[in-house]
């Protein structure tokens, strides 16, 4: 096995092109159990901890740049105000010494169903950034999720960063699991508010293939708050809305039975998740259109 | 391959590290300290937590080439030469320690804890352990250790 240690991204991705074997490796969090357990023998690994363009973040504009490497738990201590939502999907992250190592960069490139970013990507209409040295390509989070573990990576592609427009109304995310800390989501829920084109995000996780957006929940929340005026005077929301809301985002996903849940209660468990954090995101919504 | 690493304040050389083991195995099998240990070597169980340049992390889930150029603390690390760090005192003071397999993640984890928040809460304490586990004691007396270690400061 080789083992490559780039300083730059220019470097990383030369090593890439020439090695489209090398696994790349950020916090080691989902690579390391792997090769822990022999599950996997790479040719190659491919260390992007010393690239220190993937660890940062800024901002250009309305939108937050977040390098793919930048660890959960800054995400968390840095970057809570202007990414509520996947700040608040970074803090439910296994513990603080898998949030201390673990990346967004990670969550995307293992592309697991149950990662906790990926239902905050996506009702955040973020856009993921890959390179190699063809160039870069921005993907819309919407496409990025191909199938189980799979992604619209190339072999010869890194992911540079997540590219979020920084939030200007309510975000939440919630998942479901045997306790606090340490868990897989049974299943996951995000809503974001967007006041400003009148539309609602609503995704969901570990209850399908790929984590996915709930459109028909999403449209029929978006139409019933732009029809009733509320984006501008909001009241509190109509129970019968919510539940709703909740029956769509059930009908959305399409989970299985396994260790963690059967599919049935993954359903069931949505419609809660959808409605309860619905609640909270419109109970801070203050009715300004940004 | 060759990882050069500082452990403990002591610049270390190891030769012949397979590129894909992990930290724990270079500390516990190249470099002769056993403190940190190894039960799960999945990230689950926090009993080989580490410092990495000042971060708490499961060294199982580090390869050891991701070391290289860095500093590493151990929990052979905190006591200064023959005196305890005030945290493994409290331990041993309020009977945390049993089978005391899971004591060296704790200890590392509690000691950045208090070294970020000097008088955590409750809450703080859960919150920032949640990554360790202990078959022993139930938890209770741990969490005296740290209040205690944290009262002494
Ligand atoms: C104990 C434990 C608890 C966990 N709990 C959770 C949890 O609650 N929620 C959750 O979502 N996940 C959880 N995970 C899984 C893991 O921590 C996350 O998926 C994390 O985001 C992975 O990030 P990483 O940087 O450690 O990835 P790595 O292990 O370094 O890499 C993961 C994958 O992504 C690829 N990769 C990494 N960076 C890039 C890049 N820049 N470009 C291209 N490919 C890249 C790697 O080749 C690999 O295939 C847990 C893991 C453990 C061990
Ligand atoms: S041995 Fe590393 S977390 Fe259990
Ligand atoms: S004292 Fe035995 S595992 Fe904690």
Not at chain 1, 15 to 31: E, N
Not at chain 1, 112 to 118: C, M, R, T, V, Y
Not at chain 2, 4 to 24: F, H, I, K, P, Y
């Amino acid at each position: 096995m080789d083992f490559l240690r780039p300083d730059s991204l220019a470097e990383a991705l030369a090593l890439k092109a020439q090695r489209p074997d090398a696994v790349p490796i950020a916090g080691g969090t989902d690579v390391m159990v792997e090769l822990n357990f022999d599950h996997r023998r790479p040719a190659a690994l491919l260390d992007l901890t010393r690239v220190e363009d993937l660890r940062t973040w800024d901002v250009d504009g309305d939108s937050v740049r977040v390098g793919a490497g930048v660890p959960y738990t800054r995400i968390i201590e840095e970057l809570g105000d202007r990414l509520p939502g996947l700040a608040m999907a970074s803090r439910t992250v296994g513990s603080p010494q898998i949030r201390n190592r673990g990346t967004v960069g990670g969550n995307l490139g293992a592309a697991s169903p149950a990662g906790d970013a990926h239902p905050v990507l996506l009702v955040a209409d973020a856009v993921v950034e890959v390179a190699s040295t063809r160039g870069t390509r921005r993907i819309a989070a919407t496409d990025f999720y191909l199938g189980v573990k799979h992604n619209a990576l190339e072999p010869d592609e890194l992911i540079t960063s997540v590219r979020l427009p920084a939030a200007r109304a309510p975000q939440q995310f919630a998942k479901v699991g045997t306790r606090n800390a340490m868990v897989i989501a049974v299943c996951s829920f995000a809503v974001a508010l967007h006041p400003e084109q009148r539309r609602v995000g609503a995704a969901v996780g570990s209850a399908a293939p790929t984590p996915l957006r709930a459109s028909a929940a999403e449209e029929f929340l978006s139409g019933e708050l732009t029809a009733t005026g509320q984006w501008e005077s909001p009241r509190p929301l109509l129970d019968s809305v919510k539940r709703r809301f909740g029956e769509l985002v059930a009908e959305a996903a399409s989970p299985i039975d396994d260790v963690r849940g059967s599919a049935a209660y993954r359903k069931h468990a949505l419609s809660v998740l959808a409605r309860r954090t619905l609640g909270w995101a419109w109970q801070d919504y203050p009715g300004k259109v940004a | 391959m060759r990882v050069d690493v500082t452990v403990n304040g002591e610049r270390r050389v190891a030769d012949d590290v397979w590129e894909g083991e992990s930290l724990l195995f270079l500390l516990r099998e190249r470099l002769g300290l056993p403190g940190s240990k190894n039960a799960c070597e999945q990230g689950e169980c926090g009993s080989c937590t580490v410092y990495l340049d000042g971060v708490p992390v499961c060294s199982c889930l580090v390869a050891a080439g991701q070391a290289h150029d860095r500093e590493v603390r151990t929990v052979e690390g905190l006591a200064d030469g023959e005196r305890l760090d005030p945290v493994q005192e409290a331990f041993i003071e309020a009977g945390a320690v049993q089978c005391g397999f899971c004591t060296p993640g704790l200890v590392v984890a509690a000691h950045d804890l208090l070294a970020r928040v000097p008088h955590p809460g409750d809450p703080e304490i859960r919150e920032a352990l949640a990554g360790n586990l202990c078959r022993c004691t139930g938890y209770e007396k741990i969490l005296d250790a740290v209040r205690l270690a944290a009262s002494k400061r």
